[in-house]
Protein backbone atom coordinates (compact mmCIF):
# COMPACT_ATOMS: atom_id res chain seq x y z
CA UNK A 1 0.00 0.00 0.00
CA UNK A 2 0.74 3.71 -0.58
CA UNK A 3 0.28 4.85 3.01
CA UNK A 4 0.59 8.75 3.61
CA UNK A 5 4.03 8.90 4.83
CA UNK A 6 3.08 10.79 7.64
CA UNK A 7 1.25 7.43 8.94
CA UNK A 8 4.85 5.94 8.84
CA UNK A 9 6.41 7.94 12.20
CA UNK A 10 2.56 7.88 14.22
CA UNK A 11 0.84 5.67 16.25
CA UNK A 12 -2.92 4.90 17.09
CA UNK A 13 -4.85 6.28 19.50
CA UNK A 14 -3.87 4.02 23.06
CA UNK A 15 -6.68 4.54 24.97
CA UNK A 16 -6.31 4.20 28.63
CA UNK A 17 -6.61 0.68 30.46
CA UNK A 18 -10.40 -0.26 30.75
CA UNK A 19 -12.30 -0.95 34.55
CA UNK A 20 -12.37 -4.25 33.32
CA UNK A 21 -8.62 -4.81 32.24
CA UNK A 22 -7.46 -3.51 35.63
CA UNK A 23 -9.87 -5.77 37.92
CA UNK A 24 -8.39 -9.48 36.18
CA UNK A 25 -4.51 -8.09 36.30
CA UNK A 26 -4.82 -6.96 40.18
CA UNK A 27 -7.19 -8.91 41.46
CA UNK A 28 -9.38 -5.96 42.59
CA UNK A 29 -13.10 -5.84 42.82
CA UNK A 30 -13.55 -1.45 43.20
CA UNK A 31 -11.59 0.45 40.68
CA UNK A 32 -12.28 4.26 40.16
CA UNK A 33 -11.67 5.93 36.65
CA UNK A 34 -9.91 9.01 37.08
CA UNK A 35 -7.85 9.27 33.50
CA UNK A 36 -10.16 10.94 31.29
CA UNK A 37 -11.73 13.50 32.75
CA UNK A 38 -15.18 11.90 31.83
CA UNK A 39 -18.42 13.77 34.88
CA UNK A 40 -18.25 11.51 37.58
CA UNK A 41 -21.82 12.44 39.09
CA UNK A 42 -23.08 10.98 35.17
CA UNK A 43 -25.43 12.81 33.48
CA UNK A 44 -28.53 14.75 33.95
CA UNK A 45 -31.76 12.64 35.77
CA UNK A 46 -33.73 14.15 32.92
CA UNK A 47 -31.74 12.49 30.13
CA UNK A 48 -31.97 9.07 31.71
CA UNK A 49 -35.56 9.89 32.12
CA UNK A 50 -35.99 11.01 28.64
CA UNK A 51 -33.63 7.56 27.98
CA UNK A 52 -36.52 4.94 29.77
CA UNK A 53 -39.28 6.56 28.29
CA UNK A 54 -38.38 7.39 24.40
CA UNK A 55 -37.52 4.47 21.98
CA UNK A 56 -36.32 5.82 18.77
CA UNK A 57 -36.58 4.65 15.23
CA UNK A 58 -33.54 2.57 14.88
CA UNK A 59 -33.96 2.19 11.14
CA UNK A 60 -34.31 5.83 10.04
CA UNK A 61 -31.25 8.25 8.97
CA UNK A 62 -30.47 10.94 12.14
CA UNK A 63 -31.31 14.19 11.07
CA UNK A 64 -28.40 15.03 9.18
CA UNK A 65 -28.71 19.44 10.44
CA UNK A 66 -29.91 18.32 14.00
CA UNK A 67 -32.50 21.20 13.54
CA UNK A 68 -34.05 20.98 17.09
CA UNK A 69 -30.50 20.85 18.72
CA UNK A 70 -29.00 23.49 16.81
CA UNK A 71 -32.26 26.04 17.82
CA UNK A 72 -31.73 25.39 21.13
CA UNK A 73 -27.93 25.94 21.37
CA UNK A 74 -28.57 29.15 19.09
CA UNK A 75 -30.93 30.55 21.19
CA UNK A 76 -28.41 29.52 24.23
CA UNK A 77 -25.47 30.94 23.02
CA UNK A 78 -26.96 34.31 21.02
CA UNK A 79 -25.77 33.37 17.90
CA UNK A 80 -27.70 32.25 14.77
CA UNK A 81 -28.34 28.55 13.59
CA UNK A 82 -25.98 28.70 10.69
CA UNK A 83 -23.11 30.08 12.92
CA UNK A 84 -23.00 26.08 14.79
CA UNK A 85 -20.93 22.92 13.46
CA UNK A 86 -21.69 19.51 14.83
CA UNK A 87 -19.18 16.76 15.09
CA UNK A 88 -18.90 13.68 16.27
CA UNK A 89 -17.42 14.66 19.78
CA UNK A 90 -15.41 17.68 19.39
CA UNK A 91 -12.09 15.23 18.25
CA UNK A 92 -14.45 15.20 14.87
CA UNK A 93 -14.31 18.64 14.42
CA UNK A 94 -10.84 19.29 15.20
CA UNK A 95 -10.17 16.54 11.98
CA UNK A 96 -12.68 18.57 9.81
CA UNK A 97 -10.79 21.45 11.13
CA UNK A 98 -7.49 20.04 9.57
CA UNK A 99 -8.94 18.53 6.76
CA UNK A 100 -10.68 21.80 5.25
CA UNK A 101 -7.56 24.24 6.17
CA UNK A 102 -4.32 21.79 6.23
CA UNK A 103 -1.93 19.69 3.99
CA UNK A 104 1.33 19.81 2.82
CA UNK A 105 2.62 23.53 2.48
CA UNK A 106 0.36 24.95 5.06
CA UNK A 107 1.53 25.39 8.96
CA UNK A 108 -0.41 24.98 12.15
CA UNK A 109 0.92 26.72 15.48
CA UNK A 110 -0.38 25.34 19.05
CA UNK A 111 1.34 25.02 22.29
CA UNK A 112 2.76 22.19 23.70
CA UNK A 113 1.80 20.29 25.50
CA UNK A 114 -1.97 20.79 24.93
CA UNK A 115 -4.74 18.52 23.44
CA UNK A 116 -2.52 15.99 21.42
CA UNK A 117 -5.63 15.62 19.01
CA UNK A 118 -3.92 19.19 16.74
CA UNK A 119 -0.68 17.62 16.14
CA UNK A 120 -2.54 14.44 15.41
CA UNK A 121 -5.11 15.17 12.74
CA UNK A 122 -2.46 17.99 10.94
CA UNK A 123 0.46 15.52 11.02
CA UNK A 124 -1.84 13.15 8.94
CA UNK A 125 -2.68 16.27 6.64
CA UNK A 126 1.14 16.71 6.22
CA UNK A 127 1.13 20.27 7.64
CA UNK A 128 3.96 21.49 9.30
CA UNK A 129 3.85 22.08 13.17
CA UNK A 130 4.67 24.47 15.34
CA UNK A 131 4.94 23.90 18.88
CA UNK A 132 5.16 26.68 21.57
CA UNK A 133 6.10 25.73 24.95
CA UNK A 134 3.75 26.97 27.72
CA UNK A 135 5.14 29.83 29.83
CA UNK A 136 4.19 29.08 33.30
CA UNK A 137 1.32 27.07 32.23
CA UNK A 138 0.05 29.42 29.75
CA UNK A 139 0.10 29.75 26.43
CA UNK A 140 2.77 31.90 25.51
CA UNK A 141 0.85 34.00 22.51
CA UNK A 142 3.83 36.46 21.80
CA UNK A 143 5.68 33.50 20.81
CA UNK A 144 2.50 32.66 18.89
CA UNK A 145 2.35 35.90 16.85
CA UNK A 146 5.91 35.38 15.90
CA UNK A 147 5.69 32.59 14.90
CA UNK A 148 3.09 33.45 12.14
CA UNK A 149 4.15 32.90 8.46
CA UNK A 150 2.39 33.35 5.02
CA UNK A 151 1.44 29.19 5.07
CA UNK A 152 -0.39 29.30 8.57
CA UNK A 153 -4.08 28.28 8.13
CA UNK A 154 -4.77 27.17 11.74
CA UNK A 155 -3.78 28.22 15.23
CA UNK A 156 -5.11 26.92 18.87
CA UNK A 157 -5.57 27.75 22.10
CA UNK A 158 -6.31 25.13 24.23
CA UNK A 159 -8.59 27.23 26.74
CA UNK A 160 -8.58 25.83 29.70
CA UNK A 161 -5.55 24.10 28.44
CA UNK A 162 -5.51 20.10 28.79
CA UNK A 163 -3.30 18.59 30.75
CA UNK A 164 -2.48 21.62 32.78
CA UNK A 165 -6.14 22.57 33.59
CA UNK A 166 -5.13 26.29 33.03
CA UNK A 167 -7.02 28.94 31.71
CA UNK A 168 -6.00 32.08 29.56
CA UNK A 169 -7.66 35.13 30.80
CA UNK A 170 -9.84 36.33 27.20
CA UNK A 171 -8.79 39.82 27.41
CA UNK A 172 -5.21 38.33 26.56
CA UNK A 173 -6.84 36.00 23.57
CA UNK A 174 -8.47 39.25 22.32
CA UNK A 175 -5.58 41.32 21.97
CA UNK A 176 -3.65 38.43 20.47
CA UNK A 177 -6.26 38.15 18.15
CA UNK A 178 -6.52 41.74 16.99
CA UNK A 179 -2.88 40.76 15.55
CA UNK A 180 -3.65 37.51 13.54
CA UNK A 181 -4.12 37.52 10.15
CA UNK A 182 -7.84 37.50 9.34
CA UNK A 183 -7.65 34.68 6.96
CA UNK A 184 -5.84 32.61 9.76
CA UNK A 185 -8.49 30.59 11.60
CA UNK A 186 -8.34 30.20 15.57
CA UNK A 187 -9.66 28.13 16.90
CA UNK A 188 -10.54 28.65 20.55
CA UNK A 189 -10.82 24.50 22.45
CA UNK A 190 -13.35 25.50 25.16
CA UNK A 191 -14.16 21.49 26.22
CA UNK A 192 -13.94 22.40 30.22
CA UNK A 193 -16.18 25.66 29.60
CA UNK A 194 -18.99 24.46 32.13
CA UNK A 195 -15.98 23.98 34.81
CA UNK A 196 -14.79 27.74 34.95
CA UNK A 197 -15.41 29.44 38.36
CA UNK A 198 -13.28 32.38 37.75
CA UNK A 199 -15.24 35.16 37.56
CA UNK A 200 -12.93 37.06 35.42
CA UNK A 201 -14.09 34.95 32.71
CA UNK A 202 -15.54 36.25 30.14
CA UNK A 203 -17.90 33.51 26.98
CA UNK A 204 -15.59 33.64 23.98
CA UNK A 205 -18.75 33.47 21.46
CA UNK A 206 -19.31 37.28 22.44
CA UNK A 207 -16.05 37.55 20.49
CA UNK A 208 -18.22 36.70 17.57
CA UNK A 209 -19.53 39.86 17.18
CA UNK A 210 -15.86 41.30 16.49
CA UNK A 211 -13.97 38.85 15.19
CA UNK A 212 -14.56 36.04 11.74
CA UNK A 213 -11.79 34.29 12.10
CA UNK A 214 -12.33 32.06 15.34
CA UNK A 215 -14.36 28.75 16.13
CA UNK A 216 -14.90 27.82 19.82
CA UNK A 217 -15.75 24.24 20.23
CA UNK A 218 -17.28 23.00 23.39
CA UNK A 219 -18.85 19.42 24.28
CA UNK A 220 -20.98 17.46 25.80
CA UNK A 221 -18.40 14.99 26.73
CA UNK A 222 -17.36 16.57 30.05
CA UNK A 223 -20.14 18.70 32.42
CA UNK A 224 -22.83 17.55 30.58
CA UNK A 225 -21.81 13.78 30.70
CA UNK A 226 -22.20 12.27 27.72
CA UNK A 227 -18.71 11.47 26.29
CA UNK A 228 -20.04 7.94 25.29
CA UNK A 229 -22.50 9.85 22.95
CA UNK A 230 -19.76 11.35 21.04
CA UNK A 231 -21.10 14.83 20.34
CA UNK A 232 -19.33 18.21 20.22
CA UNK A 233 -19.84 21.69 18.21
CA UNK A 234 -18.33 24.31 17.11
CA UNK A 235 -19.30 28.11 16.70
CA UNK A 236 -18.11 30.12 13.98
CA UNK A 237 -19.45 33.26 11.61
CA UNK A 238 -21.39 31.35 8.79
CA UNK A 239 -18.62 32.26 6.62
CA UNK A 240 -16.24 29.76 8.43
CA UNK A 241 -18.90 27.07 9.18
CA UNK A 242 -19.70 26.66 5.39
CA UNK A 243 -16.55 25.15 4.01
CA UNK A 244 -16.34 23.22 6.90
CA UNK A 245 -19.83 21.98 6.87
CA UNK A 246 -18.66 20.55 3.22
CA UNK A 247 -16.25 18.19 5.12
CA UNK A 248 -18.56 16.84 7.34
CA UNK A 249 -19.74 13.70 6.78
CA UNK A 250 -23.97 13.83 6.09
CA UNK A 251 -24.98 11.82 9.08
CA UNK A 252 -22.28 12.47 11.91
CA UNK A 253 -24.27 12.76 14.59
CA UNK A 254 -26.67 9.88 15.50
CA UNK A 255 -29.91 10.25 16.52
CA UNK A 256 -29.95 9.24 20.36
CA UNK A 257 -27.05 11.52 20.92
CA UNK A 258 -28.67 14.75 19.63
CA UNK A 259 -31.83 13.74 21.28
CA UNK A 260 -30.24 13.39 24.59
CA UNK A 261 -28.57 16.45 24.17
CA UNK A 262 -32.07 18.60 23.52
CA UNK A 263 -32.57 17.62 26.56
CA UNK A 264 -29.62 18.07 28.95
CA UNK A 265 -28.59 21.62 27.36
CA UNK A 266 -32.05 22.12 29.31
CA UNK A 267 -30.81 21.10 32.68
CA UNK A 268 -29.03 24.07 33.93
CA UNK A 269 -29.40 23.03 37.45
CA UNK A 270 -27.27 19.82 36.78
CA UNK A 271 -24.63 21.91 35.02
CA UNK A 272 -24.69 24.32 38.02
CA UNK A 273 -24.80 21.58 40.63
CA UNK A 274 -21.47 19.92 38.86
CA UNK A 275 -19.48 23.03 38.22
CA UNK A 276 -19.69 23.62 41.97
CA UNK A 277 -19.36 20.50 43.43
CA UNK A 278 -16.08 19.94 41.15
CA UNK A 279 -15.10 23.45 42.50
CA UNK A 280 -15.06 22.09 45.81
CA UNK A 281 -13.66 18.73 45.60
CA UNK A 282 -10.18 20.61 43.22
CA UNK A 283 -9.92 23.20 46.07
CA UNK A 284 -9.50 20.05 48.30
CA UNK A 285 -6.40 18.74 45.58
CA UNK A 286 -4.98 22.08 45.86
CA UNK A 287 -4.76 21.85 49.80
CA UNK A 288 -3.54 18.61 49.18
CA UNK A 289 -0.90 19.97 46.88
CA UNK A 290 0.01 22.77 49.26
CA UNK A 291 0.35 20.16 52.09
CA UNK A 292 2.83 18.15 50.56
CA UNK A 293 4.74 20.33 48.87
CA UNK A 294 3.69 19.73 45.30
CA UNK A 295 3.26 21.83 42.12
CA UNK A 296 -0.03 21.69 41.14
CA UNK A 297 -1.04 23.94 38.13
CA UNK A 298 -4.14 26.06 38.50
CA UNK A 299 -7.20 24.20 37.21
CA UNK A 300 -10.34 25.46 35.94
CA UNK A 301 -11.72 22.25 35.20
CA UNK A 302 -12.48 18.94 36.25
CA UNK A 303 -9.04 17.37 36.17
CA UNK A 304 -5.41 18.92 37.94
CA UNK A 305 -1.98 18.30 37.01
CA UNK A 306 -0.03 17.63 39.99
CA UNK A 307 3.29 16.93 40.78
CA UNK A 308 4.72 13.65 41.86
CA UNK A 309 8.22 13.04 43.55
CA UNK A 310 9.09 10.11 41.30
CA UNK A 311 8.85 8.90 38.32
CA UNK A 312 5.03 9.75 36.95
CA UNK A 313 4.51 5.93 35.56
CA UNK A 314 6.02 4.70 39.08
CA UNK A 315 3.56 6.94 40.74
CA UNK A 316 0.67 6.01 38.00
CA UNK A 317 1.37 2.38 38.52
CA UNK A 318 0.93 2.40 42.02
CA UNK A 319 -2.26 4.42 42.18
CA UNK A 320 -3.27 1.34 39.78
CA UNK A 321 -2.59 -1.39 42.01
CA UNK A 322 -4.80 0.81 44.40
CA UNK A 323 -7.58 0.69 42.36
CA UNK A 324 -7.29 4.19 41.13
CA UNK A 325 -6.76 4.75 37.38
CA UNK A 326 -4.80 8.27 36.68
CA UNK A 327 -2.65 9.40 33.86
CA UNK A 328 0.72 9.48 33.76
CA UNK A 329 2.41 12.89 32.69
CA UNK A 330 5.19 10.81 30.75
CA UNK A 331 2.76 9.97 28.53
CA UNK A 332 0.84 13.81 27.87
CA UNK A 333 4.42 15.47 27.90
CA UNK A 334 4.58 16.65 31.20
CA UNK A 335 7.38 14.12 33.05
CA UNK A 336 6.97 14.55 36.79
CA UNK A 337 3.11 15.06 36.90
CA UNK A 338 -0.05 12.69 36.89
CA UNK A 339 -3.14 14.02 35.41
CA UNK A 340 -6.03 13.30 38.04
CA UNK A 341 -10.24 13.45 37.26
CA UNK A 342 -11.89 15.47 40.26
CA UNK A 343 -13.90 13.31 41.25
CA UNK A 344 -16.59 12.70 43.72
CA UNK A 345 -15.86 13.62 47.76
CA UNK A 346 -16.14 9.54 48.52
CA UNK A 347 -13.50 8.57 45.06
CA UNK A 348 -11.31 11.58 46.51
CA UNK A 349 -11.20 10.25 49.74
CA UNK A 350 -9.65 7.14 48.48
CA UNK A 351 -7.64 8.88 45.66
CA UNK A 352 -5.66 10.91 49.07
CA UNK A 353 -5.42 8.16 51.48
CA UNK A 354 -3.74 5.95 48.49
CA UNK A 355 -1.60 8.79 46.68
CA UNK A 356 -0.39 9.75 51.24
CA UNK A 357 0.57 5.70 50.74
CA UNK A 358 2.38 6.52 47.67
CA UNK A 359 4.16 9.64 49.09
CA UNK A 360 4.92 7.68 52.57
CA UNK A 361 6.94 4.77 51.00
CA UNK A 362 8.17 6.87 47.83
CA UNK A 363 10.07 9.71 49.66
CA UNK A 364 7.10 12.87 50.07
CA UNK A 365 8.04 16.49 49.82
CA UNK A 366 6.37 17.49 52.92
CA UNK A 367 8.66 19.74 54.66
C1 LIG B 1 -9.25 19.94 25.28
C2 LIG B 1 -10.09 18.87 24.69
N1 LIG B 1 -10.65 19.10 23.49
C3 LIG B 1 -11.43 18.18 22.91
C4 LIG B 1 -11.66 16.97 23.52
C5 LIG B 1 -12.49 15.96 22.80
O1 LIG B 1 -13.71 15.81 23.41
P1 LIG B 1 -14.93 15.07 22.68
O2 LIG B 1 -14.43 14.56 21.36
O3 LIG B 1 -15.32 13.99 23.60
O4 LIG B 1 -15.97 16.14 22.51
C6 LIG B 1 -11.10 16.68 24.76
C7 LIG B 1 -11.32 15.39 25.42
O5 LIG B 1 -10.71 15.00 26.36
C8 LIG B 1 -10.28 17.67 25.37
O6 LIG B 1 -9.71 17.46 26.54
Same mark, same amino acid.
Given at each position: ???????????????????????????????????? #?? #????????????????????????????????? $???? $?????? !?????????? !?????????? %?? /???? =??????????????????????? /?????????????????? =?????????????????????? *??? &??????????????????????????????? +?????? %??? +???????????????????? *?????? &???? %???????? #???? %???? &????????? /????????????????????????????????? #???? +????????????????? *?????? *??????????????? =????????????????????????
Amino acid at each position: MKWKTALEEMKPYKPGRSIEDVKRTYGLTHIVKLAS #NE #NPYGTSQEVLDYLDQNPLQYEIYPDGHSSRLRK $KLAE $KHGVSE !ESILFGNGSD !EIITIICRAL %LD /EGKH =TIMATPTFPQYAHNAKIEGAAIT /EIPLKDGLHDLDAFLKAI =TKDTTVIWICNPNNPTGTLMPV *GEI &VDFLHHVPEDVLVVLDEAYFEYITDDQHVDS +ISLLEQ %LNN +IIVLRTFSKAYGLASMRLGY *GIAHPA &VVTP %LNKVRNPF #NNNS %LAVA &VAEVAVQDK /EFIEKCRSLNDQQRMRFKQFAAHHGLHMFDSQT #NFVL +IQVPSDADEASEFLLQQ *GYIVRS *GNALGTPGYIRVTVG =TEQQNDGFFTAFDKFLQQGGSHEE
